[in-house]
């Protein structure tokens, strides 16, 4: 009931031009209760999308032109079609013939439905055609997005405009921070937001006369005649979101100071990245404005770590979380938006498998103890409760030698040759694919033992001799003492009754010897006090 009054009412006013306005906002030429709608706008066109708008690129001069402005206004009169329509007559107004340079206007009468999606150039099309077309537009796919237009006559010819609009579509969620794979961190923080799809838009808000002061080739006024833009520019409305800008036209100020209430329509449409409009709505001045927008709210987010969580959080306009102290598991973190009028219906989500217990190392092989070997080698293995044993890595030191950790490596030996004497403490530690590093390596000690100087004779008796005279020289060596430095003790087992003193000569000359077996025994000391223990040897008759 309420879309016929409106088309009644529409036609009635134009025609008749009633001089008290009772619509203040109006979509699709349909009036409910004196509100512009969404849900009502549809309910007569239900194969419409959205309102179309109609552009037509025309002049005073062009005898083609009354016959396509006569189609419109029959259209629009019917009311039989949702669709709102602007005269651009070129000629008379600077704004109009601006509008039709971007339009991509050829000739007089052009038609531009919907910014240029469809477009009927000339008038050899019949009214039919204009009509297929409108309904073409109308059943365009185009963003969800409602549009109101209110007006309000401030008294001379001065106008306040307020537009709001409300992207409806549902945003959709992404994850922008959080792990993924094995982790060790077991208080993980999870960031998100709403892809909201595209959010550069343009409005326009045409000012128009409803009955034009311009008259067509054939005499008669123009309908809804452009006198200029209340607005004209991009706006920023992301998915969910709103838009709302209020402004004043003033008639006088634009040359127009002879413009009425009862004869202004103002015409609001939205328009997409390629210049097409998604979404049109129009009012009439009142003399009181009636608020008809209502605000659908703001983003919100719910989520759920599936594997620690119950249920779903609260919806929040949060769009961070951490969760603290996670045991070792697999988890899903999953994230959805709503906004006013809908819910993501796939929420983002992101798994990972928390694994915050180090692994076990264990040494195999190599010294422990008191050792003479200079040339050490070791062998180990590791343990891990997630990580296979052939992908854990490695790292070793050997305190006494190394000055730091080696780098990881998948190796699991380690050899060191010609280490010097002394203390050492091997260490290992594993380290798996989750970056835990076993907090107590595997560890070995041993003590390389100092190597003793080394004594051999280079020459003397042995065997039967038949002098009481003999020489014996000898030489030694060792690993940390220079043989100069070394010092010998002899003695000849059968003559002397003790070693001799400590000496650094390297040969001794024995006189006298009667008959009888000898045995002539050396050994080096080196600078430390180490003392050849087994020492040289030789024996004669």
Known sequence: MGRNMGRINKKRYVLTLVTLLTVSSLAGAIGVNGYASTEAKKTGFDDYTHTVLAEMGTSTMCGYCPTVSQYLWNIYSAGTRDFHYVSLVADKNSEADDRCGE??????????YDGGYRRIVGAGAPQSTHEAIIDECGQRDVPDIDLTVDVTWDGDTSMTITVNAQNNEVPDTEITEGPTGLINNTNPTFAWNAATGSSNWHIRVYVTEIVSRWNDADGDPYHFALLGFALNKNINMPGGETY??????????HGYSDITQDNIKIIAAIFDKNGYVVE??????????????KDLGEITFSYKLEGYDADWSEWTTDTTVTYHNLPDGTYTFKVKAKSGTGEDPTPAERTFQLDATPPETTITDGPTGDITTKDVEFEWTGNDAVTQEKDLMYSYKLEGYDTHWSSWTISKTASYINLP????????????????????PAERSFNILRAEPYTSIVSGPEGFVNTGEVT?????????????????SYKLEGFD??????????????TGLGDGSYTFMVKAKDTDGYVDPEGASRSFT
């Open 280 to 293: 049109t709505a129009a009012g009439y001045p009142t003399l009181k404005n009636k608020g008809s927008y």
């Open 421 to 440: 004497a002394g203390s050492y403490t091997f260490k290992v530690k594993a380290m798996d694919k989750a970056g835990n590093a076993d907090p107590t």
């Open 472 to 488: 014996f020289e000898w030489t030694g060596s060792d690993d940390a003492t220079p043989v100069e430095d070394l010092v010998y």
């Open 103 to 112: 339009l991509g206007l050829t000739g007089y009468p052009t038609v531009f």
């Open 497 to 510: 009754s003790g070693w001799s003193d400590w000496t650094s000569s390297t040969s001794k000359t024995y």
């Open 244 to 253: 709302q800008e209020t402004t004043t036209w003033d008639g006088s100020a």
